[in-house]
């Protein structure tokens, strides 16, 4: 099933946004769910994770206290809110299902298609 990404768009800096992610079938079992950004030419970033169902939550620390991971199990939806987006936010945004997290990042195994944001 795949996950799809939603929310994406244009922000001056210090504007918000909510990335969703319909996550169909992957919050209802064991697991962690992630939030990635990609600019070309580097290597994809670990944003924030979670273990589902209400597990632990992890942040990079470029994100820490303007992001916000989470999960609405009804509606089988996982959201980044972007809060004080600053123009080096500005990326391609995945989310991404797992089954373990490592140094903080949800190990993905199953991948979205991305939605872009872009602060200027």
């Known amino acids: 099933v795949p996950l799809v990404e939603s929310g994406g768009g244009s922000v001056q800096p210090g504007g918000s946004l909510r990335l969703s992610c319909v996550a169909s079938?992957?919050?209802?079992?064991?697991?962690?769910m992630g939030w990635f950004r990609q600019v070309p030419g580097k290597e994809r970033e670990g944003v924030a994770s979670?273990?589902?169902?209400?597990?632990?939550?992890y942040y990079a620390d470029s994100v820490k206290g303007r992001f916000s991971i989470s999960e609405d199990i009804d509606n089988n939806t996982v959201y980044l809110q972007m809060n004080a987006l600053k123009p080096e936010d500005t990326a391609m945004y995945y989310c991404?299902?797992?089954?373990?997290?490592?140094?903080?990042?949800?190990?993905?195994?199953?991948w979205g298609q991305g939605t872009q944001v872009t602060v200027s």
């Open positions: 079938g992957y919050l209802s079992s064991s697991g962690c």
């Open positions: 991404a299902a797992g089954l373990t997290v490592y140094s903080g990042v949800c190990q993905g195994t199953h």
């Open positions: 979670l273990y589902t169902g209400g597990g632990a939550i």
